[in-house]
């Protein structure tokens, strides 16, 4: 009797055994099927000798997909891969937030203190950090301005903003009346940072920010005071005859704050993994991160994904917000990017191109996302 047992209960464990072994089979077809419909997607849109894209797509805590498609350098032809340095144009604007909440969880400045506190410029009077945060400010546009005044042999730097904002330039609008994407304000959050903090923004945000995050090799990047950028991605435009041409000389590549860091796939993957272990600023300020602070965004605003279901959207602290996405795109001359991440799933998608490319961006990122909702809904 004893032995009968014994042989069922041994069939029964070899059954058992059987089914998971299948099951984990059955998954990892699955997967592989998902990372060949994604490098078919890719590989339809971006050409093997041409700029390209990094792709990154994590899932509970897994890189699940992490690499690169096409080339960082057109002279080279070195090829982008999950540890390419590219630039994200105004997806930088998550870490300036994050620079600002240290200083905050350190006691040196209150979300609603005035800018006027800092500088008594009567263009700061009545705009509170969080109304520079949530694009709620209107503060001139610095941008406009420096198109039309400044001396393009010369990179402009955010000093060199804060003295023109210094002359008092006209606002867009009254604090708090209303929405409108600033950079000026993001700016202005890098240079509050570095008054405060007693540090150059770049280094402040390295040492607060990006090593804690465990982003060993992202940095701010400014064309004024140039370092070595680890397996850069050289960002590229087409010129009027279709020709690739490196713009990453542009005299406006030395401001910092609203634009300006170089990450990699597998740098924003640490980063990612920070974002959802609260361990970057204290779990308060965190839950922060993706709270709305803003109205409800104008139409004409709102990103056409969709993946949002025509939701209503806000802005938080570096991110646009529904309900269940925050997101943010990333333009400026060579680089488009964006990054997706689900607030009831543990997933998130990022694509970082070295091309001015915004089309392909959209069909990239509304495909990935598509295919890894219809991956996701089958296990």
């Known amino acids: 009797m004893k032995k009968r047992y014994i042989i069922l209960l041994c069939a029964l464990c070899i059954s058992c055994k059987g089914k998971n072994d299948t099951k984990e089979v059955t998954q990892k077809q699955e997967l592989e099927h998902l990372k060949a419909q994604v490098d078919s997607l890719f590989n339809t849109h971006i050409n093997l000798n041409e ?9 509970d805590g897994k890189m699940l997909i992490g690499k690169g498609y096409g080339l960082r350098d057109l002279e ?15 997806v930088s604007k998550q870490f300036t937030d994050l620079s600002i909440l240290t200083l905050v969880d350190q006691g040196l400045l209150s979300l609603h203190d005035t800018v006027y506190k800092f500088w008594p410029y009567e263009v700061f009077k009545n705009i509170t950090v969080t109304q520079l945060i949530n694009h709620t400010s209107g503060i001139a546009d610095y941008e406009g301005a420096f198109i039309k005044e400044w001396d393009r042999s010369k990179i402009v730097e955010n000093k060199d903003v804060l003295t023109w904002l210094a002359t008092n330039p006209a606002p867009q609008f009254e604090p708090g009346e209303k929405w409108e994407y600033s950079n000026t304000a ?5 240079l509050l940072t570095e008054k405060l903090s007693g540090e150059d923004f770049a280094t402040y945000a390295k040492e607060a920010v990006f090593e804690k995050a465990g982003m060993k090799n992202t940095n701010f990047y400014s064309f004024a005071n140039p370092i070595d950028i680890k397996e850069r991605a050289f960002c590229y435009e087409k010129d009027s005859l279709g020709q690739w041409e490196k713009v990453d000389g542009y005299f406006m590549n030395g401001v910092l704050g609203d634009g300006a ?29 993706f709270e709305p602070s803003s109205m409800a965004l104008p139409e004409k605003a709102k990103y056409p994904f969709g993946f949002l279901k025509s939701k209503e959207e806000h802005y938080a602290m570096g991110w646009f917000v529904t309900d269940d996405i925050a997101l943010h795109t990333g333009s400026w001359n060579g680089t488009r990017t964006i990054v997706v991440r689900d607030q009831e799933r543990p997933l998130t998608i990022a694509i970082f191109m070295n091309s001015g490319e915004a089309e392909t961006r959209s069909v990239l990122i509304e495909s990935t996302y598509n295919l890894m909702d219809s991956y996701l809904k089958s296990n």
């Open 186 to 190: 993001y700016l202005a959050l890098a």
């Open 76 to 90: 080279t032809k070195e090829r982008i891969t999950k540890n390419t340095n590219m630039r994200m144009a105004s």
């Open 261 to 289: 860091v170089y990450t990699s796939v597998t740098d924003y993957f640490a980063y990612d993994q920070a974002l959802r272990n609260k361990s970057i600023v204290t779990d308060t300020l965190h839950q922060l991160l």
């Open 51 to 59: 700029p390209g894209a990094a792709l990154l797509v994590s899932y």
